[in-house]
T-cell receptor, first 111, second 115 residues
């Protein structure tokens, strides 16, 4: 069956360090992958989109990589801040013309 | 502010009842998506409408239905409600691209509590 897997365990890091979150998928060949941030009780907010022909994409302190051979995307936040604490979701267009989301990884940045 | 408006923000109702959730997409967005997020669960895609027509269906129960009106706002109808239907319901809108789904803009959600 088709799956999108994110580490369900919370990631705890110290302020100033780089956070790295992983998104693995099986049985898809997505044209692109997206990352969203979700705060408790609020709707997800779009962060970055990376296409299958792009290896890496950056936006300010955010960096996303996309390895279609490994079927994996890595999401990095450099110089992390307590305000970066949230749940981060990866999402794929799985051919149903709608985004399918992973279950998300909760990031906690300690001051 | 994403530009997507959902009403009401909170809804408490009894089992067996019927409710309607409303969504106004961003100006110019023709696609509307509905998602359900239960406690500790991921976002589950329910249904998509594009310019008034159903475009894709996900894990939507037969007790649930939706529609998109000529002014592009959408309504999600939930009937014969059960305790397990308690969840956050999100609406999102986007501008579809030829290659697939563009970034989605989410509303703040409707928190439904069935008692």
């Amino acid at each position: 069956s088709q799956k999108i897997e994110q580490n369900s365990e919370a990631l705890n890091i110290q302020e100033g360090k780089t956070a790295t979150l992983t998104c693995n998928y099986t049985n898809y060949s997505p044209a692109y992958l997206q990352w969203y941030r979700q705060d408790p009780g609020r709707g997800p907010v779009f962060l970055l989109l990376i296409r299958e022909n792009e290896k890496e994409k950056r936006k300010e302190r955010l960096k996303v990589t996309f390895d279609t051979t490994l079927k994996q995307s890595l999401f990095h936040i450099t110089a992390s801040q307590p305000a970066d604490s949230a749940t981060y979701l990866c999402a794929l267009d799985t051919g149903r013309r709608a985004l399918t989301f992973g279950s998300g990884t909760r990031l906690q940045v300690q001051p | 502010d994403s530009g997507v408006t959902q009403t009401p923000k909170h809804l408490i109702t009894a089992t067996g009842q019927r409710v309607t959730l409303r969504c106004s997409p961003r100006s110019g967005d023709l696609s509307v998506y509905w998602y359900q997020q239960s406690l500790d669960q991921g976002l589950q895609f329910l249904i998509q409408y594009y310019n008034g027509e159903e475009r894709a269906k996900g894990n939507i129960l037969e007790r649930f239905s939706a529609q998109q009106f000529p002014d592009l706002h959408s309504e999600l109808n939930l009937s014969s409600l059960e305790l397990g239907d308690s969840a956050l319901y999100f609406c999102a809108s986007s501008v579809p691209t030829p290659g697939g789904t563009a970034e989605a803009f989410f509303g703040q959600g409707t928190r439904l509590t069935v008692v």
